[in-house]
């Protein structure tokens, strides 16, 4: 069974996207919009194949989440895609920081989850992902 971490967003959006990826068989956890409960569930052993960013956080920059992400060494590898509103950030600098995916709001949930499917299922190891 695969898994994901959701983090950040609004109540209503972490509970439809549990929803949306429990029916495709995933075990989902959310840690909300708590910034310390979101590091601590990523610097923990507990494995997951995904993360959803979503780009809630008051005075935090998810630019900065990205980077604390790629910094531990048991997630480098994770698949990780952010969800922006509409001009908060690029493609760019998303990558830049290490994220592997940019979706933007309004998205359609078929695009979101095509995004998970297709970065959770394709090889992640650090020659694939031109990593140090």
């Known amino acids: 069974m695969k898994s994901l971490l959701v983090i950040g967003g609004s109540e209503t959006l972490s ?4 929803e949306m990826f429990e029916k ?13 409960t ?14 959803i960013l979503i780009d809630s956080f008051k005075d ?7 980077k604390l ?8 590898l994770i698949a ?3 969800v922006a509103r509409t001009g908060e950030l690029t493609r760019e600098a998303v990558i830049a920081a290490g994220g592997d995916e940019l979706v933007i709001r309004p998205f359609s949930p078929n695009s979101l989850i095509w995004a998970i499917d297709k ?3 394709l090889p992640r190891d650090k020659e694939y992902l031109k990593l140090p």
Do not use: M
């Open 69 to 76: 992400i790629r910094s531990l060494e048991h997630r480098r």
């Open 119 to 121: 970065l959770s299922s």
């Open 38 to 51: 979101a590091i601590a569930r990523l610097a923990g052993n507990k494995s997951f194949d995904a993360v």
């Open 60 to 66: 935090k920059l998810v630019v900065d989440l990205i």
């Open 15 to 18: 509970r439809l996207f549990i």
């Open 24 to 36: 495709r068989g995933w075990r989902v956890e959310t840690s909300g919009k708590h910034w310390d």
């Open 80 to 82: 990780l895609v952010i």
